[in-house]
């Protein structure tokens, strides 16, 4: 009950959404590039600097200059330890050598139930999915050998580390 009940808010909402049509069911999100245009606009929950825990040593840059912001699309907030299907959000790490853009979408459906239906994705700064060799740098346990999902099942909120 209490599901059919969030489910039916999300879509109501993302009804109210006009802006851009995305290919949404009522219990599935399938992000695409526009939706994470305009990210930079969305609400900045958090901005943290040094050395990035995302980022292994291997990586130029990843040292004190790292400043990473975090935007939540829509103000979205987990209800009951979760967040609603159709949440995303996007974290921009930047330091003096490198810059990184990564985000995650709530998918919803048994896109990866085991580990909450969340999928990962790297973009560019426009909002566009990069595309690596051919293929979309998106999923979850497939996506860089399950990296981005394995360090987010331990955060302590959904797979979501900034609260
Ligand atoms: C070794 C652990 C680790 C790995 C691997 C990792 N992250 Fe994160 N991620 C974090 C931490 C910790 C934060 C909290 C913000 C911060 O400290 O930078 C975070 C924050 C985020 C956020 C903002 C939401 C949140 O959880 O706070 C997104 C989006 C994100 N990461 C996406 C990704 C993607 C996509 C990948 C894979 C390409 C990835 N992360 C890999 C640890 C990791």
Not at 24 to 33: C, G, L, S, V, W
Not at 66 to 79: A, F, G, H, L, T
């Amino acid at each position: 009950m209490v599901a059919v009940l969030l489910l039916s808010m999300v879509f109501v909402q993302s009804c109210k959404d006009d802006e851009e049509p995305e290919p949404q069911t009522n219990n599935e999100f399938i992000a695409d590039d526009a939706s994470f245009s305009g990210w930079e606009s969305w609400d900045l929950v958090d901005t943290k600097s040094g050395v990035d825990p995302a980022l292994t040593g291997a990586h130029a840059g990843n040292d004190s200059t790292s400043v990473r912001k975090i935007y939540v699309k829509n103000s979205q907030k987990p209800v009951d330890g979760m967040y609603p299907i159709g949440t995303l959000i996007v974290k921009h790490m930047k330091s003096d050598a490198m810059e990184m853009i990564t985000a995650m979408a709530k998918r919803g459906n048994g896109f990866d139930a085991a580990n909450n239906d969340w999928e990962y994705f790297v973009i560019e700064a426009g909002g566009k999915i990069v595309v690596d060799n051919g293929t979309a740098m998106r999923g979850s346990t497939n996506l860089m050998n399950g990296m981005c999902v394995g360090c987010h099942s331990k955060a302590t909120t959904d797979y979501v580390f900034t609260e």
